[in-house]
C-alpha cells in the first residue's frame, strides 16, 4: 500500500496536482516512513508554499539516511535555504492569564513550557485556540508572513459560571400533628430536601464527566493510537480523565439513588417525618 501510494503520489506531483501529491505522499509515509517518500513530500509542501512544514521534513530526512546517501545532501541544501524563510511564531502568557493556559495550532497543543520558543509554522493565517480550566475558551487569528518572527500574548476566555449551590440542610423538624398540617409535613420536607440533594449529585456527575471528556481528548491529541504511543503529558490526562470519570459514575449512582427517594417521600407524602442531613448522609424518620 505505502509503495502504491508512494508512486500515485510522485505521478501527481509530476504532473502538478500538488494537493492530491502531498496527500498520497503522507498516507505512504504515515504507513511505512522512508526517506525517499519524506523528501518528495518535502519538495510537494515547498510548492504548496508549506515553508515550515517543507523544512522540518527535509531536516528530518537528513538526520534518517547515512552519510553516503545522496538525498542527504540535498535535504540538507533545501532546509538552509528554507530555514530563513520560515515565519516564527513566539507564545507569550498575557498578564493574568492562568498558568495553565494552553493553546492549540492545528494538531499541536502548546502549554506554558513551549511559550517564548519560536515556533517555525507555515505562512499565511494561524488559527489559535487558547483554553485553560473553568475559563471559557477564545480564538482568533494570526498573520505569519515569510521570514518574520511575530511575538502573540494569550489568554484564555472569562471564567465559567460557577455550579449552582447545592441547598443548605435543613435542622430537624419536631411538632405535633396538628403544626404539621399547618404547612408542608416532614415527609414532604424530606422528600424535597433528599430530591435537591440528589439533584446536585447529577450535576456534579454531568460536570466531571464533560471534564473526564475534555481531558480524554486532550490526551488522545498527544497520543498515536495505532501506534499505541503516547507522550507523559497524554498518558497524565488520560489518568486525569479516568479519575474524574469514575466520580462521575459515583455521583450518578448516588445522586438517582437520592431523587428517586426524594420523590418517593414526596408522592407518597401520608403522614409525619423528621429528617436529618448531614454532609455524607440523610436520615429519615416517618410515621403513619
Not at 146 to 168: D, F, H, K
Not at 260 to 273: F, S, Y
Request: proline share 7%; with cysteine.
Amino acid at each position: 500500500m505505502a509503495e502504491a501510494l508512494f508512486a500515485e503520489g510522485r505521478a501527481a506531483l509530476e504532473r502538478g496536482d500538488l494537493e492530491t501529491a502531498c496527500k498520497k505522499l503522507r498516507e505512504s509515509d504515515r504507513i511505512d516512513p522512508q526517506p525517499g517518500a519524506k523528501l518528495n513530500l518535502a519538495r510537494c509542501e515547498e510548492r504548496r508554499g508549506k515553508l515550515a512544514t517543507a523544512w522540518a521534513l527535509y531536516r528530518a530526512v537528513v538526520d534518517s539516511v547515512p552519510a553516503n546517501d545522496d538525498r542527504g545532501p540535498e535535504a540538507h541544501e533545501r532546509a538552509e535555504a528554507l530555514g530563513p524563510r520560515v515565519p516564527k511564531l513566539v507564545l507569550a502568557l498575557a498578564k493574568g492569564a492562568p498558568d495553565d493556559t494552553r493553546v492549540r495550532i492545528g494538531d499541536l497543543v502548546v502549554r506554558k513550557d513551549g511559550f517564548g520558543v519560536p515556533l517555525p509554522i507555515d505562512p499565511g493565517e494561524v488559527v489559535l485556540q487558547i483554553e485553560a480550566r473553568g475559563r471559557g475558551s477564545e480564538r482568533f487569528v494570526v498573520r505569519a508572513d515569510e521570514g518574520t518572527t511575530r511575538t502573540v500574548a494569550v489568554a484564555p476566555g472569562p471564567p465559567l459560571p460557577e455550579p449552582p449551590p447545592v441547598p443548605a440542610p435543613l435542622a430537624p423538624r419536631s411538632g405535633t400533628t396538628e403544626e404539621a398540617d399547618e404547612g408542608m409535613s416532614g415527609q414532604a420536607i424530606a422528600g424535597w430536601t433528599i430530591g435537591a440533594i440528589g439533584l446536585a449529585g447529577l450535576l456534579a456527575g454531568a460536570g466531571t464527566g464533560i471534564a473526564g471528556l475534555v481531558r480524554k481528548g486532550e490526551g488522545d491529541d498527544l497520543c498515536d493510537a495505532e501506534r499505541e504511543v503516547c507522550s507523559q503529558d497524554g498518558a497524565d490526562l488520560h489518568d486525569e480523565a479516568r479519575t474524574l470519570l469514575t466520580a462521575t459514575t459515583v455521583c450518578w449512582i448516588v445522586g438517582g439513588a437520592a431523587l428517586g427517594t426524594g420523590l418517593v417521600l414526596v408522592l407518597t407524602d401520608k403522614g409525619d417525618a423528621t429528617v436529618g442531613v448531614g454532609p455524607l448522609s440523610a436520615r429519615v424518620t416517618v410515621r403513619f
